[in-house]
């Protein structure tokens, strides 16, 4: 899908599983107005098939859980083997079964419910950029190389995915960098919410969720959750 010099990049293809009609009609309005085309809304894992059978999408845009249905992992590992279709993934937030399950489809992304249009859309050009990578572009000098194409840049305070910026909020980009300052050893979540919110009281909850979005905009792999104890950040080439 790389575009090749004088010729005009096609749209990107989007199939929508999602068993809830509202949400997927607001998902389906929000991709036309970022000029994706819509392949097609489906709510189910027979669907789903037979829909990529009729229309090849480049991108499946898939809700996790799903009611009367083969949940959107089982779904990944269909569509992969079919056509090797790239998946992204809508979920609430997932036990660590669910994630790892997640994980082995090689996602391109998730986006966490709820979400806004203003995070979908970032969402999906991240997965874009993703399936028409440059693996060639070269880190500066500042950046620590931290597996799977992404770097941080300690000068800017700025997570990249190769030369494409990822926005993190400012909770996440610090609790990121206490994970790469621990480079590799556990920090407790005692710890990290002393760190992140010195003066407040929070429940498991707030830090558990944070912890969760970060993971979402990251390969997964790199962020690693011990139950009960805290969690690491598993730099691959460092």
């Known amino acids: 899908m790389l575009k090749s010099p004088g010729t005009k990049m096609p749209k990107i293809k989007i199939l929508i599983v999602e068993d809830e009609s509202i949400v997927a009609l607001d998902i389906r309005s929000a991709l036309l107005k970022l000029n994706y085309e819509v392949t097609d809304m489906v709510a189910s894992y027979e669907q789903a098939i037979q829909s990529v059978k009729n229309t090849c999408p480049d991108i499946a845009l898939l809700d996790i859980n799903l009611q009367n249905s083969k949940d959107g992992i089982a779904i990944a ?34 986006i966490l419910k709820p979400f806004t249009r203003a995070e979908l859309k970032s969402s999906l050009i991240l997965a874009v950029y993703k399936l028409n990578i440059n693996k060639n572009a070269i880190p500066d000098e500042n950046s620590i190389d931290l597996g799977f194409n992404y770097y941080y840049n300690t000068k800017q305070e700025q997570l990249y995915f190769t030369d494409l910026p ?23 979540f005692q710890d990290i919410e002393h760190q992140l919110w010195p003066a407040e009281s929070i429940s498991q909850s707030t830090l558990r969720t944070l912890i969760y979005r970060m993971r979402t905009k990251l390969e997964h792999k790199l962020i690693e959750t011990i139950p009960s104890i805290g969690c690491k950040i598993n730099i691959i080439n460092n």
């Open 166 to 188: 990822v926005r993190l909020s400012i909770k996440e980009n610090s609790l990121l960098q206490l994970l790469i300052h621990a480079r590799g050893s556990i920090l407790s």
């Open 77 to 110: 590992k269909k569509l992969q083997k079919m056509n090797n279709i790239s998946v992204v993934y809508l979920t609430a937030f997932s036990d660590d079964e669910t994630l790892q399950r997640a994980v082995k489809t090689d996602p391109l992304g998730y």
